[in-house]
């Protein structure tokens, strides 16, 4: 299908902010991606949910232009990666595994860096505004050197909303983080969508994608083997019943009944003998 390369449909609304087709690629021999499709529904967090090694950072570059697909097509705000990049680049952010902050820097002189690289007027309101929001006012004024972890992660998240992002990939956002830092960083995620941002974010951990996402898909050897609610990926397994006590799946063993039959390779389960 072709997309206009000169302005976003008007009914872009109610087309998907994110469109990918049978997207491909390899690293020479390593064939990472099979034929990847998805769709993501403006306004909803879409959670990519796969173990280490799934892929999911390749289709997060792919989808953010840094790397290009072999075969397949993908469209990000009405724009196709391949021809039209920097309009994708232009509505877009991501934030990676690794916080992209200055160290050197203070919270609110990062903030004011970006604001200022992305042209926007009166950047210290706005830094103030989003220490505000992501609850680092009192550390805004710090170098980010004294920062735990959930906090640089919250100060990343917080500049990739500079200049008002349509979609934001947000790429493993709590891995390595404590648990009370990975709930501060699930509130921060869970009001994006308020203002209408898309958010289309990789997880190992089967909770966050329950705590967040509109809608799972499950990355795993290279093809997207679930996608739905999670009311519907829950119906893929029948629930249990125990003595007479129907239990509902978890998405956790819904996740090893459909990945189940390989735990060779770096899924990190080792349940089995
Ligand atoms: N630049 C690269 N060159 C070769 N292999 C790579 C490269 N990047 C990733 N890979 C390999 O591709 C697979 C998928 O990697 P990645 O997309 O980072 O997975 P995930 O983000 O799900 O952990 C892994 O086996 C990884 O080692
Ligand atoms: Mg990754």
Do not use: C
Not at 102 to 123: F, T, W
């Amino acid at each position: 299908m072709k997309e206009s390369a000169t302005a976003v449909p008007e009914s872009a609304a109610r087309q998907p902010a994110i469109r990918v087709h049978n997207i491909e690629k390899s690293y020479k021999q390593l064939h990472v991606l099979r034929g990847v499709d998805f769709e993501v529904r403006p306004g909803s967090v879409f959670a990519l949910l796969g173990s280490n090694g799934a892929g999911k950072t390749t289709l997060i570059k792919i989808l953010s232009t840094l790397l290009k697909a072999d075969a397949g097509t993908a469209v990000v705000n009405g724009f196709d990666v391949r021809t039209d990049p920097l309009r994708v680049r232009e509505s877009i952010s991501l934030t990676g595994q690794f916080a992209a902050v200055d160290e050197i820097l203070s919270g609110r002189e990062n903030l004011i860096l970006v604001a200022g690289l992305r042209h926007i007027r009166q950047p210290g309101q706005v830094a103030d505004e989003l220490l505000e929001r992501f609850n680092l006012t009192d550390a805004g004024s710090r170098r980010v050197a004294t920062y735990s972890g959930g906090m640089r992660r919250r100060l990343d998240i917080a500049m990739s909303l500079i200049g008002q992002p349509k979609v934001i990939f947000l790429d493993e956002p709590t891995t390595g983080l404590d648990p009370k830092a990975r709930l501060d960083v699930w509130k921060v995620v869970s009001e994006l969508t308020d203002a209408g941002t898309t958010v289309l974010l990789t997880t190992q951990y089967l909770e966050e994608a329950e705590y967040l996402a509109d809608r799972i898909a499950i990355l795993h050897q290279g093809r997207i083997i679930a996608n739905g609610t999670l009311a519907e990926l829950k119906e893929l397994l029948p629930p249990a019943t125990v003595e007479y006590v129907k239990k509902q799946p978890s998405l956790e063993e819904i996740f090893l009944a459909l990945v189940g039959e390989d735990t060779s390779d770096e899924t990190t389960s080792g349940a089995r003998p």
